[in-house]
């Protein structure tokens, strides 16, 4: 459980375990951005496993918003689910094109805390 919940909580120091321990790997286009860790791709709802931002609403949940928005703005994303869930929601990882672990550059920036 331990190994699980490292891969879940620090994806970008595990590289591609992610996508090969995934259950489902999704593709495509952002549909819809809830707030700073929740998006939809491919009409699945993806909570991004290792990221807590501010709640919607708040000034720094409203900074995290824009934030994402910038950074997935007209890129597709690959998003592993590790086929877990929270509410409606799948728990995962999503990298952009270049590689990038979408919830590490939101903690690198300072935008978000990292969910423990």
């Known amino acids: 459980m331990l190994g699980f919940l490292a891969v ?6 595990f590289g591609p375990i992610s996508e090969l321990t995934a259950l489902r790997v999704i593709e ?3 549909s819809h951005i809830r707030d700073g860790d929740t998006i939809e791709v491919a009409g699945t709802p993806i909570r991004f ?3 807590d931002c501010a709640e ?3 000034p720094s949940g409203q900074v995290a918003t824009e934030r994402l928005r910038e950074l997935i703005a007209g890129q597709s994303l690959t ?3 590790n086929g877990r869930t929270s509410y409606d929601r799948s728990i ?3 990298t952009l094109p270049d590689g990038r672990d979408l919830a590490a550059q939101m903690i690198r920036e300072g935008v978000c805390g990292r969910y423990w």
């Open 8 to 13: 879940e909580r620090f994806p970008e120091r």
């Open 28 to 30: 495509g286009p952002v």
């Open 49 to 51: 496993g290792s990221l």
């Open 56 to 58: 919607r609403g708040t």
């Open 79 to 81: 998003c592993a689910l």
């Open 92 to 94: 995962g990882r999503c």
